[in-house]
């Protein structure tokens, strides 16, 4: 199995940023225990600030790889052209965030790629992407 981690914009900063929202785990370092976790997947991670980035890697992968899980960051809230992206491939889409949204301000409880992806994880720490990638694993052992 293939899956993709998508990080969007200030995920970068991660470890350094609000730690006291985020944590102060890189990604980076999270990954690696991610993929010790799970060995007998493929596991990639892909991170861009940048819009058009981030719908370029769902269409590179979303027509062959088992699984995405998405942190589109702030795109969350205001993104209709990766809600369509999403919408637009063949492979499944779980958004995960790391802070519970509905928790932060009003801007934050609204999704615009929910409708599109297969479900939405918020509020576990960095344990969400765990979260994501098992609700991927299950999705697909029931296919």
Not at 85 to 110: D, F, Q, Y
Not at 124 to 129: A, E, K, L, P, T
Request: hydrophobic share 40%; aromatic share 10%; with cysteine.
């Amino acid at each position: 199995m293939n899956f993709l981690i998508i990080n969007g914009p200030n995920l970068n900063l991660l470890g350094i940023r609000e730690k006291s929202i985020y944590g102060e785990i890189s990604f980076e370092t999270y990954f690696e225990q991610l993929q010790v976790l799970y060995s007998k997947i493929k596991l990639e991670y892909y991170q861009s600030n940048i819009e058009g980035e981030l719908i370029n890697e769902i269409h590179r992968v979303g027509f062959s790889y088992d699984g995405i899980v998405l942190n589109a960051g702030a795109y969350t809230h205001t993104s209709l052209a990766l809600a369509d992206a999403i919408s637009a491939v063949n492979t499944p889409v779980v958004e995960v965030h790391i802070s519970n949204v509905h928790k932060r301000e009003l801007v934050r409880h609204s999704t615009m790629i929910g409708k599109a992806c297969l479900g939405t994880i918020s509020g576990f720490g960095m344990d969400s992407y765990r979260l994501g990638i098992e609700g991927l694993l299950n999705y697909c052992d029931k296919r």
